[in-house]
């Protein structure tokens, strides 16, 4: 519940965007991401940014389908 103000794709972004730190490498661990609504937007975006390391993980189904590797497409493993 600490976190449920985070649980749409905006949010989120604007949370960990504002949080950020200039000149270093920024690790972000994102766990059970399939909650946040939309989040494939913000996982894009924080990836696109050259001082980010980002790791996300889940436990839910929808992380396994062939549909995330189409809304991640070369940025998963």
């Known amino acids: 519940m600490d ?10 972004h604007r949370n960990i965007t504002d949080r950020l730190r200039s ?11 399939q909650i946040v609504k939309d ?10 940014r050259k001082n980010v390391d980002l790791y996300i993980t889940g436990s839910n189904a929808y992380l396994l389908s062939g549909e995330i590797s189409t809304l991640l497409s070369g940025r998963y493993v």
């Open 23 to 33: 000149g270093i490498m920024n690790y972000i661990f994102l766990d059970e991401i």
């Open 39 to 48: 989040f494939p937007k913000a996982v894009n975006s924080l990836y696109l």
């Open 3 to 12: 976190n449920a103000h985070l649980a749409t794709a905006e949010s989120l």
